[in-house]
């Protein structure tokens, strides 16, 4: 399995696509995003226990922007404040294994985003919001067949996508 560092994420994640995403199709960019998930591993990231490595499908028209529906998924990476692998003995029965946290048990969240924006109709707007949750690589061929399920990945399919971008960073 392919590992990438937390600094390469975005780099590796676009060479995954094997093609810029505005030459993609919408539905495409999603099906790789999950191949993505499933083949290539998140370095340093705290464990599956505590939420390291994740994938959220949401989608939704926003109450600022009635214009638009947009549609994301997100691989959401948790990685401990300071560098992982630290052999110091977990001595304050938190839960948290020291190699996955740093001495106070802090973390940054950091999200690699896919977006799409479509122009929102009152059928897409009518698909309210909403989302799904996988929560580890286990998890993810039911994620899978949820996301593919939904009217808001059908849209990236049957809408034309008036906006897309990919971006990596701290939440």
């Not at 401990?80 to 973390?107: C, Q």
């Amino acid at each position: 399995m392919t590992v990438f560092a937390r600094d390469d994420a975005l780099d590796a994640f676009l060479a995954h696509l094997g093609a810029p995403l505005g030459e993609l199709a919408p539905a495409e960019a999603v099906r790789l995003m999950l191949d993505f998930y499933a083949e290539v591993t998140a370095k340093g990231v705290v464990d599956d226990e505590h939420d390291g490595d994740m994938l959220l499908f949401q989608w939704g028209v926003p109450r600022r922007r009635p214009e638009v529906f947009l549609v994301n998924m997100t691989r959401q990476l948790i990685y401990p404040l300071d560098e992982p692998g630290s052999t110091e003995p977990d001595d304050d029965d938190d839960g948290w294994d020291d190699k996955d946290l740093d001495d106070e048990g802090e973390t940054e969240i950091w999200q690699l985003r896919l977006d799409y924006e479509i122009a929102a109709d009152e059928a897409l707007t009518g698909l309210g919001r909403g989302d799904i949750w996988c929560r580890t690589r286990d998890d993810l061929m039911t994620f899978r067949d949820e996301v593919l399920g939904t009217e808001a990945f059908r849209a990236l399919e049957d809408h034309p996508v008036s906006a897309s971008d990919v971006d990596f960073g701290a939440v």
